[in-house]
């Protein structure tokens, strides 16, 4: 990595507390510090970056909704502002690969400032070949965010942390044809428990066979068991609330490169949801998705995709959620410096399986509509700026939203 005196000069004096401290303008005048930058294939390199975000209607609280009455302010809409650091390892040796990312956030609310935290996020991977027919790959990672209120209407900080190790292994058998193992052990914490939102682990042991030609395309088949676990949480005899969960399920995943300009991918989740005390809120189902990828040329782009998901919910209408979405992201590099891109999406959620009789089911219908435009004045120096506008429509009235967001922030890279 060649960062030069200067860089380096700029980079640790005083200084730079100030510039993150301050934004984006303060980046700004970091600009004029860099005189080289990260090369893409630096075995270590670092990120920096700031940011502001305006959200409308940061509650997501439905418009015949009084603010001060739902979360002590006449405002509901606010302006956040984040400052990041990150690192970045990525180093091969003979046949093992190490790898690194690591993040810290500064997350400051301008009027909700009860909300202000830091978030830190990382993930690290050994990936290696034990034998010419023998690869094995170790991983760890922490992601942190604060819960969205789209659907919690729980308005205080309420930050989920969620840490993951997993095993997996691969052993070629002969030809195309390889063994897939793996197994998972994840732990989610919820600074405040609530009813949809609590702290549980999960383990996961997996199995599959995988069919992967030398054109670069792969078909794999996957039996999965998942047992869940809340953590201090008592039987919930009012809501038929388990303390643990079994998942079984069994995944068709297909990659496929029908051409050089298009990508194929999806797959398809069988899942049956057991409880071992309340059999109310057991479920089965499909979900999965299909994504397609076409390249019309070196600077256009176009992304569709359809994904249905599958989810337990707790009340007396319902136990789980089917959400289907589609999707459409078309994407232009308008210029060597700008890349402009737009994505629309369409979702309905569907509540089923109520443990009260003749209850009125919830469906939700929601639509995204997202424009962008990234700007790289210099390799290591991105501006990226976007405005979003998104609406729910549902029967239940507590959950019908509009809200309107903006976004500007500026990374760099050395």
């Known amino acids: 990595m060649n960062l030069g005196v200067g860089v380096n000069s700029c980079f640790f004096k005083k200084e730079y507390v100030k510039i993150i401290s301050s934004g984006i303008s303060g980046l700004l005048i970091l600009l004029t510090c860099i005189s080289a930058s990260a090369d893409q294939f630096d075995t270590l390199s670092?990120?920096?970056?700031?940011?502001?975000?305006?959200?409308?209607?940061?509650?997501?609280?439905?418009?015949?909704?009084?603010?001060?009455?739902?979360?002590?302010?006449?405002?509901?809409?606010?302006?956040?502002?984040?400052?990041?650091?990150?690192?970045?390892?990525?180093?091969?040796?003979?046949?093992?690969?190490?790898?690194?990312r690591g993040n810290v956030t500064n997350n400051k609310y301008n009027t909700f400032s009860n909300l202000d935290y830091t978030n830190s996020v990382y993930s690290a991977a050994w990936n290696g070949n034990l034998t010419s027919r023998l690869?094995?790959?170790?991983?760890?990672?922490?992601?942190?965010?604060?819960?969205?209120?789209?659907?919690?209407?729980?308005?205080?900080?309420?930050?989920?942390?969620?840490?993951?190790?997993?095993?997996?292994?691969?052993?070629?058998?002969?030809?195309n044809w390889h063994l897939t193992f793996g197994a998972t052990n994840s732990k989610t914490t919820t600074s405040q428990s609530v009813i949809n939102n609590q702290s549980y682990t999960s383990k996961v042991a997996e199995w599959g066979v995988k069919y992967a030609p030398a054109n670069g395309s792969t078909m794999a088949f996957v039996s999965r068991i998942i047992q869940n676990e809340n953590i201090n949480s008592p039987l919930n005899y009012y809501l038929l609330v388990d303390t643990q969960s079994t998942d079984t399920q069994m995944e068709l995943d297909l990659n496929w490169l029908p051409s050089g300009k298009s990508m194929l991918s999806g797959n398809l989740i069988n899942i049956i949801h057991q409880n071992p005390t309340f059999n109310q809120r057991d479920f089965s189902g499909t979900e999965g998705g299909i994504n397609y990828l076409y390249s019309f040329n070196d600077k256009t782009n176009l992304n569709i995709s359809f994904n249905r998901g599958i989810s337990s919910w707790y009340d007396f209408s319902s136990s789980y959620i089917v959400n289907d979405t589609f999707s459409i992201a078309p994407s232009w590099q308008t210029s060597t410096r700008t890349n402009m891109h737009i994505a629309?999406?369409?979702?309905?959620?569907?509540?089923?399986?109520?443990?009260?009789?003749?209850?009125?089911?919830?469906?939700?219908?929601?639509?995204?509509?997202?424009?962008?435009?990234?700007?790289?004045?210099?390799?290591?120096?991105?501006?990226?700026?976007?405005?979003?506008?998104?609406?729910?429509?549902?029967?239940?009235?507590?959950y019908v939203y509009d809200d309107k967001s903006a976004n500007l922030s500026l990374q760099i890279n050395f």
């Open 46 to 100: 670092y990120s920096a970056s700031a940011g502001f975000t305006f959200d409308n209607n940061l509650f997501k609280l439905p418009s015949g909704v009084d603010p001060q009455l739902a979360i002590g302010q006449s405002n509901k809409s606010d302006v956040i502002q984040t400052e990041s650091l990150g690192i970045n390892l990525d180093k091969k040796y003979a046949n093992q690969e190490i790898i690194f």
């Open 135 to 175: 690869s094995v790959g170790l991983s760890d990672s922490r992601t942190q965010s604060l819960n969205t209120f789209a659907d919690i209407h729980v308005y205080s900080r309420n930050l989920t942390t969620i840490d993951t190790s997993h095993l997996s292994a691969d052993w070629w058998l002969q030809s």
């Open 344 to 398: 629309v999406s369409r979702s309905k959620a569907n509540y089923f399986a109520p443990i009260v009789p003749n209850t009125t089911a919830r469906l939700d219908e929601s639509q995204t509509e997202t424009l962008g435009l990234n700007w790289t004045p210099q390799r290591s120096v991105t501006l990226s700026a976007s405005i979003q506008n998104s609406n729910r429509n549902s029967n239940f009235s507590s």
